[in-house]
């Protein structure tokens, strides 16, 4: 049987075992309702309540300050069109970049039919901001900056620390769609004065459908859903108990681990990126240094992306071409637009990302694999045949 390797952890990431550990009560014998006054419900209760502790105290927050959600879609959501509403009296401009997740650009889209102006920030080739464009943007009336912590196709690292001291300085509020980065690299929402920030379970080894919010203590969002009350009023519906505690377990594990964890992931990062730049008509994309550890994000010029995954599908190896979110699209990436790759090289986009599961084995068939493939690809496409002095190989 063909062994298969799993390279596309940006996407989504296998449960791990303590998460599952975790859950399993709650999906079995402990099944109350933490909204009920019985014994199994105060069970239940409790449990989401150590679970909220638990995740707030993995990102330097307060229990109080953190809201159970059903992912980073929702987070993101919220915390923008909270913000929006929180601030309408007070301004009307948000500040954000070209490289955000469509969880992002899509509600700033919508506010801007309401009458709210967004600047969109440049980046640069690498997928950097210009912190100074940024203060320069800066409008009496802007009210919120919204930048992601790390970009879930380039594996761009932002200065989010920097971003959070401005911020403040400035008295704007600062979100951040934290959705790639939490449980991969430090995050201390005190620290990097941080005033919403979103982030998701399944991103690194608790489940799927079960995110966070966190709103800092002092800031009062409206509503977001209206019900039952749960959430302290702010985000009604039934807790998702046994998700609440699978995304706590995973992500302390991940926190404990992370040391470890991207010592090892950079090292086959490195040696997939090193092997993968021996190809010719190969570019690397995003910041080769502030880089998310599993992120090898690259375009192959001569090879369609989607063709490459599915010979690589053939091959036992998963990978995406961007983001998992926007694979069904036959438009090319805006992040890829927005560093610079022209249209139809963001097209040859293949994005392999990977954890600590992953092995040097991994790394070895990703490199024996990938090269035949593309020497396939490249034979019967129309337009490969010098394309290598592009990139200059």
Aim: hydrophobic share 40%; glycine share 10%; net charge negative.
């Amino acid at each position: 049987m063909m062994k298969k390797v799993y390279a596309d952890n940006a996407a989504t990431t296998r449960l791990c075992k303590p998460a599952l550990d975790a859950m399993l009560p709650y999906l079995t014998n402990e099944y109350g309702n933490p909204s009920a006054l019985h014994a199994l419900g105060r069970y239940a209760k409790k449990a989401v309540e150590d679970a909220r502790e638990t995740t707030a105290r993995s990102i330097g927050a307060r229990p109080e300050e953190l809201y159970f959600t059903s992912g980073g879609t929702e987070a993101d959501n919220w915390a923008i069109q909270g913000a929006a509403e929180l601030g309408k009296n007070t301004g009307r401009h948000i500040l954000s970049t070209k490289i955000e997740h469509h969880a992002v650009l899509h509600p700033l889209r919508r506010l801007e039919k309401q009458g709210y102006e967004v600047t969109y920030l440049d980046v640069d080739p690498l997928g950097q901001i210009d912190l100074n464009a940024l203060e320069k943007a800066i409008r009496d009336d802007t009210f919120l900056i919204t930048v992601m912590a790390a970009n879930n196709e380039i594996g761009t690292i932002l200065p989010i620390a920097e971003i959070g001291h401005l911020a403040k300085e400035k008295g704007i509020l600062f979100h951040t769609d934290a959705v790639q980065a939490i449980g991969h690299l430090p995050i201390d929402v005190e620290a990097m004065d941080i005033d919403l920030l979103s982030l998701a379970g399944h991103k690194f080894g608790g489940p799927k459908g079960v995110g966070a919010l966190y709103i800092r203590q002092g800031i009062r969002l409206p509503s977001y859903i209206q019900g039952g009350g749960q959430e302290r009023d702010l985000r009604s519906g039934t807790e998702n108990v046994a998700g609440i505690v699978g995304l706590a377990a995973a992500l302390a594990t991940s926190v404990t681990n992370m040391k470890i964890n991207t010592d090892k992931v950079s090292f086959l990062r490195n040696r997939l990126i090193e092997g993968l730049l021996e190809i010719p008509g190969s570019r690397l994309t995003g910041d080769p240094v502030q880089r998310l550890p599993g992120n090898a994000s690259f375009i192959f010029e001569g090879a369609e992306g989607e063709s490459m995954i599915m010979m690589l599908d053939l091959n036992g190896i998963c990978a995406s071409s961007g983001s998992a979110c926007s694979s069904n699209s036959h438009e090319s990436s805006h992040i890829l637009r927005a560093i610079g790759i022209p249209q139809p090289l963001a097209h040859s986009s293949l994005r392999l990302s990977l954890n600590e599961e992953n092995t040097i084995e991994d790394i070895d068939t990703i490199l024996e694999k990938l090269p035949l493939i593309l020497t396939r690809l490249r034979a019967i496409s129309p337009v490969w045949g010098g394309y290598g002095r592009t990139f200059g190989t």
